[in-house]
């Protein structure tokens, strides 16, 4: 497998369900990101990790729970979501560079996920 | 406050015919990085430039251009000679030093290029 690699590719569940979002990446690098992508509306930022620490959390509900037990794994665990989670959600890494510099994120191919 | 700004949501061109997609931001930062993706139907965003503010030199890769121009805050995107296989979501976005690993990304423009 190379670069960033996301499972499943389509998830549906209902409300009650507990499920959860896995991503891997095959770059080395050491930061990682959960974005979610809603129609019509631009890309959500929900979560950062870098060097498997969460440096970034923006209000992102309680149900979405973020795991980052290695620099090559994230997972985003699921309870009790509403229909307007449904959206494709998006996984990322980049590696982090010198303080101040910004290097460019790969992305996985998403989960789209279906709250019924 | 950062913000990017992608004004044309969805433009349709002819095979061949060149486009240009536009992109204007807004940071208070003297330093900072901007980037384009593309988003093809399969979903995965594909990193396509990233260029640091102190760079205005303008940049070409194959049919593809980048305009970034600081006096306008711009940061446009030019495809020559369109393809059917450009067709997809682009996506600018801007990452400055206030917001340390946080990127701001633009709704993003749809290119139809048709045959």
């Known amino acids: 497998e190379t670069g960033v690699t996301q499972t499943p590719r389509h998830l549906v569940m209902g409300m009650t369900n507990k499920k959860s979002l896995k991503c891997e990446q095959h770059?080395?690098?050491?930061?990682m990101y959960w974005y979610k992508q809603s129609a019509k509306k631009p890309l959500e930022l929900m979560f950062v990790?870098?060097?498997?620490?969460?440096?970034e959390n923006n209000s992102v509900p309680s149900r979405f729970s973020p795991e980052c037990p290695n620099s090559s794994h994230l997972f985003l665990h699921l309870h009790t979501l509403q229909p307007e989670d449904s959206a494709l959600y998006l996984c990322?890494?980049?590696?982090?560079?010198?303080?101040?510099?910004?290097?460019?994120?790969?992305f996985g191919p998403g989960t789209r996920l279906t709250v019924l | 406050a950062q913000k990017v700004t992608q004004a044309q949501t969805e433009i349709s061109v002819v095979e061949k015919e060149d486009v240009t997609l536009d992109c204007v931001y807004e940071?208070?930062?003297?330093?900072?990085?901007l980037f384009w993706y593309k988003q093809p139907p399969s979903g995965e965003l594909v990193f396509l430039i990233r260029?640091?503010?102190?760079?205005?030199q303008n940049e070409i890769s194959g049919r593809y251009s980048w305009n970034f121009q600081k006096s306008t805050s711009s940061f446009n995107f030019t495809i020559t000679a369109s393809q059917v296989v450009d067709s997809a979501v682009y996506f600018c976005a801007l990452s400055d030093l206030s917001g340390t690993y946080k990127y701001i990304f633009g709704t993003g423009t749809r290119l139809k290029v048709l045959a």
């Open positions: 770059l080395g690098h050491n930061a």
């Open positions: 260029r640091n503010s102190f760079d205005e």
């Open positions: 990790y870098s060097l498997e620490e969460r440096v």
């Open positions: 990322a890494s980049s590696q982090d560079l010198a303080s101040g510099e910004a290097g460019e994120q790969f």
């Open positions: 940071t208070r930062d003297t330093t900072y990085y």
